[in-house]
């Protein structure tokens, strides 16, 4: 039996034209993948640089991480000045309020006036002592002359019995209540004065 030969049809390359066998433009399609991957290349480290330089922009700015003295300072008179104004007797309600008048500004300020005009009477009437410390103070952030802190406080109440009744309270045999608590608060505080003073407090 005779094979006869196939023909190969395909035209004859011209001068200029692609090799046989390759489409033209297969080179443009080759490169075109390449250029794509430099591209997305170019585009990350663009990403990566761009988002490096506002990571490292934070902790430039912020003294927290790297002025360990003055982080130190503004912890401890943070830290320092809620104990004081926390912390009261029966008959010791005005110091505390004393206290906060040094301490405290701005918002703080005006928060903790509302807070002992509400329970000022009840203090004295029920005997309530309450004794406050700062067992952790973390400073956040701190840009100059403000700071802002994540202080955790250990507070202990313990209420006596109403002077008008300690004769009925001793007769019944009643006990005098102590409680403990854990509080968190997030507090703003301003240097003022070569002096750190809490602006803002809020509970967590």
């Known amino acids: 039996m005779t094979t006869e030969p196939v023909l190969d049809t395909a035209p004859a390359d011209a001068p200029g034209d692609a090799p046989a066998g390759r489409p033209p433009g297969g080179r443009l399609r080759r490169a075109l993948p390449v250029a794509a991957a430099a591209v997305l290349l170019l585009g990350g ?72 005009a509400r329970v000022r009477d009840d203090l004295t009437e029920q005997r309530v002592t309450l004794s406050t410390r700062a067992v952790r103070t973390g400073v956040i952030e701190l840009d100059g002359d403000e700071a802002r802190l994540l202080v955790f406080l250990d507070q202990t109440s313990h209420r006596g019995s109403a002077k008008n009744n300690a004769k009925d309270s001793a007769k019944n045999n009643a006990k005098d209540a102590t409680t403990t608590a854990a509080a968190q608060l997030t507090v703003t505080a301003r240097l003022q004065d070569d002096r750190w003073r809490i602006v803002d407090l809020k509970a967590r």
């Open 45 to 116: 480290c663009g990403f990566f640089y761009a988002a490096h330089q506002v990571t490292s922009a934070v902790p430039a700015r912020n003294h927290a991480l790297t002025d360990t003295e003055a982080t130190s300072r503004v912890a401890g008179d943070v830290g320092n000045a809620l104990a004081r104004i926390f912390s009261y007797t029966p008959d010791g309600t005005a110091a505390a309020e004393r206290s906060a008048r040094t301490v405290l500004d701005g918002r703080a300020a005006r928060q903790y006036e509302t807070l002992f």
